[in-house]
C-alpha cells in the first residue's frame, strides 16, 4: 500500500496507534485463518473465520476516519466521523471478544490487540477534545 499521507497525521499519536493495531490484527488474522481454514467433518466451515476478516477490514477503516475527522471543517460532519470510528473501535473490540472462543493457538495474541484497542480508546477521547 501506498497512500499519500498527510505528514501531520503520521506525528498522530492516534494515527499511530491505529497503524499499530491495523498491523497486529493482519498478523493476527493470517495466524487465525490458518488454523480455521480446514472444513469440519460434516463439510462445515467455521464461522470464525468471517470474524477474523471482520478484525481486518474494522482496522483497516480506522485510519481513514482519522484522516476525514482531522480534514473536516463542519463540526456536524466531524462529529459523523467521530461516530464512526467510536462504532469502528467498538465492534473491533466485540469481536477480538468473540474470537477469544475460537478453535485456534492465534487467540493467544488476543489479549495483545485488546491491550493496543484500550491505548487506542484512550488516545481517541483526548484526541476528540482538541477537535
Not at 11 to 35: F, G
Not at 42 to 48: I, N, P, R
Amino acid at each position: 500500500m501506498n497512500y499519500n499521507i498527510p505528514s501531520h497525521l503520521l506525528e498522530l499519536p492516534i494515527y499511530q496507534k491505529a497503524m499499530d493495531i491495523l498491523v497486529i490484527s493482519r498478523n493476527i488474522s493470517t495466524y487465525i485463518n490458518q488454523d480455521l481454514s480446514y472444513l469440519r467433518q460434516d463439510g462445515s466451515e467455521d464461522a470464525d473465520i468471517y470474524v477474523s476478516g471482520d478484525i481486518i477490514q474494522q482496522s483497516e477503516s480506522l485510519a481513514p476516519e482519522i484522516e476525514k475527522a482531522q480534514a473536516e471543517r463542519f463540526s456536524e460532519r466531524k462529529h459523523k466521523h467521530l461516530a464512526s470510528l467510536e462504532r469502528l473501535t467498538n465492534r473491533l473490540h466485540l469481536n477480538c471478544t468473540r474470537l477469544q472462543h475460537c478453535n485456534s493457538n492465534g487467540k493467544d495474541y488476543l489479549p495483545l490487540l485488546q491491550n493496543e484497542i484500550k491505548k487506542f480508546k484512550r488516545l481517541q477521547r483526548s484526541w476528540m477534545l482538541t477537535l
